[in-house]
């Protein structure tokens, strides 16, 4: 009867230490359910931070290149080239039209481009 006491004992023992296991994995399981929640939030508003973040990079990259376009179209040159006794003047207005004198001796010539 000591063996059959000591199984039966044996037996609650390892029943209480399994269902101490099952409620320590079902907290464990409860416990990581939760920290994903909160893990799914923080990304989520990362990713919200990131998007704004872009946006304005983006919207940023845009004024640049507009105010360089601008700037090229209200760029004015001037260039001069000289070959022997002729000489080339080079114009490009605000506008965006551009012109081609040539001096050659007397002579003067004028091109629209």
């Known amino acids: 009867m000591q ?9 609650l023992l390892s029943l209480d230490i399994q ?4 409620m320590r994995l079902r907290r464990i399981k409860d416990r990581l ?4 929640k909160w893990w799914n939030e923080v990304m989520s508003e990362e990713e919200k931070h990131d998007d704004e973040m872009e946006t304005k990079k ?5 004024e640049e290149e507009e105010e360089e376009e601008k700037e090229k179209d209200d760029e ?4 001069v080239e ?3 006794d002729s000489m080339t003047l080079k114009l490009k207005c605000s506008c965006g039209k551009r012109f081609e004198i040539l001096l050659s001796g007397r002579n003067c010539f004028y091109k629209l481009l």
């Open 3 to 11: 063996i059959e006491d000591m199984r039966f004992e044996h037996g």
């Open 58 to 62: 983006r919207d940023n990259e845009e």
């Open 33 to 36: 359910k939760e920290m994903n």
């Open 82 to 84: 000289r070959v022997g």
């Open 76 to 79: 004015e040159t001037v260039g």
């Open 19 to 22: 269902m101490n296991y099952n």
